[in-house]
């Protein structure tokens, strides 16, 4: 064999087995990009709840952390409370639309999980519930229909 021949043999060997072989090293590595998408997201939204979680703490006298409510609350107690309220469905909306899919993978399932329990345990709360359809309006309607059907059949705290 010529030294031309050993070449065009080789580009064949190359375009059979090289060609194919980047295809899935690409597809690859964009899956695992996608992967690093998704987790950076959940952290972030992550954050975002924690930081909710630091004014309900400064916003102790609300009781948000007791199953239920303790005594009357001012009117300027039930309106921080709405705030609140508002600010934690915002949340769940911004979850609801960057990590719900209707045909989740594995993972996806298990990073939305959480959201899903943090919106039962809320929904649990009848101050929340009852504070619920009034913040509603104007949100994304998947997600309207979603915590609508968590509120409806999840178990009140007592």
Not at 121 to 139: I, S
Request: one cysteine or more; charged letters at 30%.
């Amino acid at each position: 064999m010529s030294g031309l021949e050993w070449l065009e043999a080789a580009s064949y060997l190359v375009t059979i087995v090289g060609l194919p072989l980047a295809i899935a090293v690409y597809l690859l590595d964009q899956r695992r990009e996608r992967q690093t998408d998704e987790e950076e997201i959940f952290l972030r939204l992550s954050d975002e709840y924690a930081d909710f979680m630091r004014l309900v703490i400064d916003n102790a006298d609300l009781y948000l952390l007791a199953p239920t409510e303790k005594g009357a609350l001012s009117e300027e107690q039930r309106e921080r409370k709405r705030a609140l309220f508002a600010i934690l469905v915002s949340l769940f909306e911004r979850a609801y639309v960057l990590v719900y899919e209707d045909n989740m993978s594995r993972q996806q399932q298990r990073l939305w999980q959480s959201w899903a329990d943090y919106m039962h345990e809320w929904c649990a709360r009848e101050d929340f519930r009852a504070t619920l359809p009034g913040l509603l309006h104007g949100e994304d309607p998947g997600f309207v229909a979603l915590i609508g059907r968590i509120a409806a059949t999840v178990e009140p705290t007592r």
